[in-house]
């Protein structure tokens, strides 16, 4: 597997965790095949407030021999139900990295959207055989719009044409 998030979407499909790729990685996977893509250095997955979910998803993390990270701090041990309600609580977010070639955020926010909006009207794409959970292209624009961080102000300007291309593609899929 050449794509860096392929092994940790195997090791969360195995594990039943539910997730939406959203962020910039996600509106990748709208972009045709062999064009080019929009620079993003990590995956950012997009989790129900469910601690037994969230624990899954840590030990998936394990799975693929990353590390964990909650802000600056590795995730402390236990990394069990009440560690999750307390990340939960706070809706902190959790990383798993491997190297320099792997960062992928657990984030249980999508500014603008709740879990379970997102889940209903998510996007199936295969990765090297792996099938991957993706936002709506909508979806991922309309919270980066919300967001108002100047990150991704920046983003949808830069990319505006492109966007709004591939918007109209997927609302006629």
Do not use: C
């Not at 594990?15 to 620079?39: D, E, K, Q």
């Not at 491997?98 to 984030?107: H, N, P, Q, W």
């Not at 100047?150 to 591939?166: G, N, V």
């Amino acid at each position: 597997m050449t794509d860096p998030f392929a092994p940790l979407a195997v090791a969360l499909a195995n594990r039943a965790v539910r997730y939406v790729l959203i962020g910039v990685s996600g509106a990748n996977l709208y972009a045709p095949p062999g064009g080019a893509g929009f620079v993003t250095d990590d995956f950012d997955l997009f989790l129900p407030l469910d601690p037994e979910n969230l624990t899954q998803a840590w030990a998936a993390g394990d799975d693929v021999h990353g590390e964990l990270w909650l802000t600056d701090e590795p995730l402390d041990h236990p990394r069990d139900r009440w560690l999750a309600e307390r990340v939960i609580d706070r809706r902190a977010v959790t990383r798993v990295t491997r190297g320099s070639d792997l960062k992928i955020d657990f984030t249980l926010v999508m500014k603008g959207f709740d879990f379970e909006t997102v889940w209903k009207e998510r996007r199936a794409f295969r990765v090297e055989g792996v099938t991957i959970p993706t936002a709506r292209l909508l979806h991922i624009v309309t919270s980066k719009q919300a967001a108002g961080r100047p990150k991704d102000s920046l983003f949808l300007a830069t990319h505006k044409d492109a966007l709004e291309q591939l918007l109209k593609k997927e609302t006629l899929d």
